[in-house]
């Protein structure tokens, strides 16, 4: 397994990293969440506020890939873990949670929330 090598250059740690929450259970992945939600919602005041620098050493101490806003979903911040192929999964934040995209079955599969104002989601 991968986690057996012994140094991995940054950019493979940060890869691998990504990849193990990529396939965490929701269960799993909810609990780092919550062990992680300072960091998370500092990440997402530094990505309001355009501090371009913070916010990729902010991604870095999540192990997360990108955050952004989406024009379909106003309101809703994405914090990505990873992609693969067409399968995206992550975090949303939003103030109000009539603002979080519904489950479809060609875009949104699953979005659960965490606590309030936090989503697990899985898109394709």
Known sequence: SISKFISLSSNDS?????????TMNDTDLKNYFNNNVNKFMQLVSYFN????DEVDKGLASVNCNAIYMDKKYPGCVFI???TFEN???GFIY???SEV???VTANEFIYIEGVVPG??????M
């Not at 940060?14 to 990529?22: D, E, R, V």
């Not at 506020?49 to 371009?52: A, D, R, V, Y």
């Not at 936090?118 to 898109?123: E, G, S, T, V």
């Open 14 to 22: 940060s890869f691998y990293l990504s990849l193990k929450l990529f």
């Open 80 to 82: 990505q873990i990873l």
């Open 87 to 89: 399968v995206e999964s």
């Open 118 to 123: 936090w989503f697990i989601y899985h898109r």
């Open 100 to 102: 979080v995209p519904g």
């Open 94 to 96: 939003a103030d109000e």
């Open 49 to 52: 506020k355009e501090l371009s």
